[in-house]
């Protein structure tokens, strides 16, 4: 089994900065995909970023040169450095692992920006 533990959120001033951090642990296999996907009330899941085992990283448009998504292999841990937020940015983030074709999901951690 996985677990996936999210830290980090809160509320923070447009143009403000926050980081998340993911720490996974349990049955971790090599070539996973960790990520962030994002909800805002009344709305689907959407992709944030995510990031391969080989630091290939891919980004939503909407966060392209704001957010920059890290991995520590070692720690099993995946960041999002979350820069000139917006308010469109407030959201429920989380943290997703994929591995051996199956999804895992943190809990959850809102982000919430506004003045």
């Known amino acids: 089994q996985v677990q996936l533990v999210e830290s980090g959120g809160g509320l923070v001033q447009p143009g403000g900065s926050l980081r998340l951090s993911c720490a996974a642990s349990?049955?971790?296999?090599?070539?996973?995909?960790m990520g962030w996907y994002r909800q805002a009330p009344g709305k689907q899941r959407d992709l944030v970023a995510t990031i391969t085992s080989f630091d290939s990283t891919n980004y939503a448009d909407s966060v392209k040169g704001r957010f920059t998504i890290s991995r520590d292999n070692v720690k099993n841990t995946v960041y999002l450095q979350m820069n000139s937020l917006k308010p469109e940015d407030t959201a429920v983030y989380y943290c997703?692992?994929?591995?051996?074709?199956?999804?895992?999901w943190g809990q959850g951690t809102q982000v919430t920006v506004s003045s």
């Open positions: 349990g049955s971790i296999f090599s070539g996973n995909a």
């Open positions: 997703n692992l994929r591995q051996r074709l199956r999804n895992y």
